[in-house]
Nanobody, 127 residues
Framework: QVQLVESGGGSVQAGGSLRLSCAAS????????LGWFRQAPGKEREGVAT???????RYADSVKGRVTISKDNAKNTLYLRMTGLVPEDTAEYYC?????????????????????WGQGTQVTVSS
């Protein structure tokens, strides 16, 4: 049984930073596609960043240069480092794991590719 548990969310002022973590169990961290997604009230869930088994990464245009996704295979933990936060980054953030490698999917940033999800962690950025 795959379980994903996020942590690290909170309230920050614009320009601040946060690091989100996602602890996984029951999932082979080194094989599948992993990603971070977010959903703001009244908006669709959107992909933020993905990381493949070889460490290659992909980012949404809205966060490029401000966000870094990384993982620690030994700890089975996924991270999302966010800097230069703006109020538009306010959302519930979710980590997700896919059954297949990132290269299998036409668009790894599309949430529909992912099979398992965490419960989410709230990020609120005030101006």
């Amino acid at each position: 049984q795959v379980q994903l548990v996020e942590s690290g969310g909170g309230s920050v002022q614009a320009g601040g930073s946060l690091r989100l973590s996602c602890a996984a169990s029951g999932y082979t961290f080194s094989s599948g596609c992993l990603g971070w997604f977010r959903q703001a009230p009244g908006k669709e869930r959107e992909g933020v960043a993905t990381i493949a088994s070889d460490g290659s990464t992909r980012y949404a245009d809205s966060v490029k240069g401000r966000v870094t996704i990384s993982k620690d295979n030994a700890k089975n933990t996924l991270y999302l480092r966010m800097t230069g936060l703006v109020p538009e980054d306010t959302a519930e953030y979710y980590c997700a794991a896919a059954r297949r490698p990132c290269g299998f999917y036409a668009e790894p940033l599309n949430w529909i590719a992912y099979n398992w999800w965490g419960q989410g962690t709230q990020v609120t950025v005030s101006s």
